[in-house]
């Protein structure tokens, strides 16, 4: 009511949660509640650490970590005066799989894989043997935001509002859908930019998906800050601590995503289309976003993380989360794709 500030107006709160219980065990009614079997000490995490021979914790790491249901059992346990946890890789490590469990990654039982938990490991793990390393954070975010996104039904091939092409020629539509489903993915990954103002043009399809994909970035954020300071109100971690900066900085989400490969892919797409061949049309990429200072590099990254992500998406299919319809998007964007770079 802020435009009539001259009237009070009281705001009631109402409680939606149903307390009343059949039996003698009260129901699970709170997040905290419905995450609290995960209460994994350093112990685990340092042998996990060196079975993955890394030392970082991250979605990656504790994705890998549930692998499977001998390793996901581990990872059950509850809370204990004789368990609080201690260090900043404990207080990360928890918060990430609760995260994981709340947006159905993982189960609340056993702690295993659901559907989307194994298309995102198997899009992980894909990425990783490509590349040759472990993906960064900002690439584990891209793929965690991605199958979001397309459980909602937002990253597809589909016009947010009426669109022309600006291409002429035979299977235009097909192909617009094509290039509008890679590039709305591929604008999930950051490229490296010159310190100056950007230098390009904008697309208003590719700023709407944005829109989407900040609510979303930022939701995830507050959801990891909120189970952290849960965490240290319910006494699970020792309060006094030296890292909190650090514990902050663990967490995914740090920063928004914006839309520059995105914007890259679709103009060399479109130059694709137009007859050119994958040379020329980075060399006009490139003329044509003068704040980018690894253009090809950041394409080719690009075109590794939409493998993976195709990847995912049929597993999500031969699950029966994914309809075939939308994993029909996918494949056939995918299969248009080849030697197009």
């Not at 970082?56 to 990872?75: H, L, M």
């Not at 950041?298 to 029966?320: I, S």
Request: glycine share 4%; net charge negative; proline share 3%.
């Amino acid at each position: 009511f802020w435009f009539d500030p001259n009237t009070e107006h009281v705001m009631h709160h109402h409680d939606d949660h149903d307390h009343s219980t059949t039996s003698n065990t009260s129901p699970l009614n709170t997040v905290y509640e419905m995450t609290s079997s995960w209460n994994v000490t350093k112990e685990l995490i340092e042998n996990e650490k060196a079975e993955q021979h890394g030392s970082t914790i991250d979605v990656s790491f504790c994705i890998r970590a549930t692998e499977n249901e001998a390793k996901a059992a581990k990872t059950v346990s509850k809370p204990s005066s004789g368990k609080i946890l201690h260090i900043k890789d404990e207080i990360v490590a928890n918060v990430l799989w609760k995260t994981l469990e709340i947006r159905d990654f993982l189960t609340s039982s056993k702690h295993i894989h659901t559907p989307w938990g194994r298309a995102l490991s198997v899009a992980l793990t894909n990425i990783s043997k490509t590349m040759g390393v472990q993906p960064t954070m900002s690439t584990q975010e891209a793929f965690l935001t991605a199958f979001e996104l397309i459980r909602f039904d937002v990253l597809t091939n589909k016009p947010y509002s009426k669109t022309y092409s600006t291409i002429a020629g035979d299977g235009v539509e097909k192909e617009q859908c094509h290039i509008r489903l890679i590039s709305r993915a591929l604008s999930l990954l950051p490229m490296e930019l010159k310190s100056a103002p950007w230098s390009g043009p904008f697309n208003r399809d590719l700023l709407v998906f944005n829109s989407f994909v900040k609510a979303l970035d930022r939701s995830y954020r507050n959801l990891c800050e909120m189970l952290t300071l849960s965490l240290f109100l319910n006494n699970g971690v020792v309060k006094e601590q030296k890292d909190y900066f650090e514990i902050a900085d663990s967490l995914p989400y740090m920063s928004d995503a914006n839309v520059t490969l995105g914007l890259v892919t679709k103009h060399y797409l479109e130059q694709i289309v137009t007859g050119r061949d994958p040379a020329s049309a980075t060399q006009s990429a490139e003329k044509t976003f003068l704040s980018c200072t690894a253009l090809a590099a950041d394409l080719r990254r690009g075109l590794l993380f939409w493998d993976a992500l195709v990847k995912g998406t049929k597993v999500l299919k031969d699950a029966g989360s994914l309809s075939n319809e939308s994993y029909q998007a996918f494949y056939q964007a995918n299969q248009w794709l080849q030697n197009k770079f």
